[in-house]
């Protein structure tokens, strides 16, 4: 079984990852620097979102590419780990999030385009994506069980709400999403979860906490500096998590997500 990995802000390379052989793939949104090797006894591919120096920020991530560099990988999942801010004032910061649900309801990648990878009339294979929930069942209890292996146990459950970045929101922006019930926002997973969908690929989501949104609390906001020391300390806590769970993925239980229906 081949695994993918999507690491997000503080995490642009994969701890303990054996003999990482760093190889470009060219695919028709873009090339896409990928490292492969084995992580956890398997074999992984990995991309780090923001490219090592965090070189692309939230509204530059090239999702199509990314997605399309692990199909012609031929992995057979997706693992995705995000740091977030909290919506819920009750989840603690640096608490594991394994999301069940989205919110994404602008569906628009960050150059403004529907986030699809069907952009040509009449090419094979497009259609819709039809799903229940948006993240694979089998990678999510792969995902619970890792944190509850490494003695840090997550949430089961949790809608992630994409946001549109650089920047971070509004008081009032936040309210909307905690009234549509979000738990955890961030500006990348948005796409990854509806384009892996599109390609067949199994994906789960991971979140760590590292803030609470604008006026999720009633003190002053969660300090920067904060802020920066938790993306630090998510580092160790992904790896720690991904070896764990890495290993417990059943094979014989990863199948796509939902169904996606083609008009050829």
């Not at 926002?185 to 199994?202: N, R, Y």
């Not at 938790?230 to 239980?253: C, Y």
């Amino acid at each position: 079984m081949r695994v993918g990995i999507i690491t997000g802000s503080g995490t642009y390379a994969l701890p303990s990852f054996a003999a990482g052989e760093r190889a470009t793939v060219v695919t028709r949104f873009g090339d896409v620097p990928v490292t492969r090797g084995s992580f956890a006894g398997a074999d992984v591919v990995h991309i780090s979102r923001h490219r090592e120096g965090h070189v692309l920020l939230s509204h530059q991530v090239t999702h199509q590419a990314n997605i399309s560099a692990f199909a012609a990988e031929e992995v057979d999942a997706i693992l995705a780990v995000t740091v977030c801010g909290a919506c819920d004032p009750d989840l603690e910061l640096g608490s594991l999030v394994v999301f069940d649900d989205l919110h994404f309801l602008a569906n628009r990648l960050p150059d403004g385009s529907i986030c699809s990878l069907h952009t040509e009339p009449g090419a094979p294979g497009r259609g819709h994506w039809i799903f229940d929930g948006p993240f694979s069942e089998s990678l999510r209890t792969a995902l619970l069980a890792g944190a509850r292996a490494i003695g840090h146990p997550a949430r089961d459950g949790g809608c992630y709400g994409h946001v549109d970045g650089p920047r971070f929101n509004t008081r009032t922006e936040i309210r909307m999403l905690r009234q549509a019930g979000v738990t955890c926002v961030s500006q990348t997973a948005g796409p990854e979860t509806v384009l892996a969908g599109e390609a067949k690929i199994p994906y789960a989501l991971l979140g760590y906490a590292t803030d609470y949104a604008n006026g999720v609390k009633p003190e002053a906001p969660t300090p920067v500096e904060e802020l920066i020391r938790l993306v630090g300390a998510s580092t160790a806590r992904f790896a720690e998590a991904l070896t764990a769970t890495v290993p417990l993925i059943d094979a014989s239980a990863v199948a796509p997500n939902g169904t996606a229906f083609a008009w050829d």
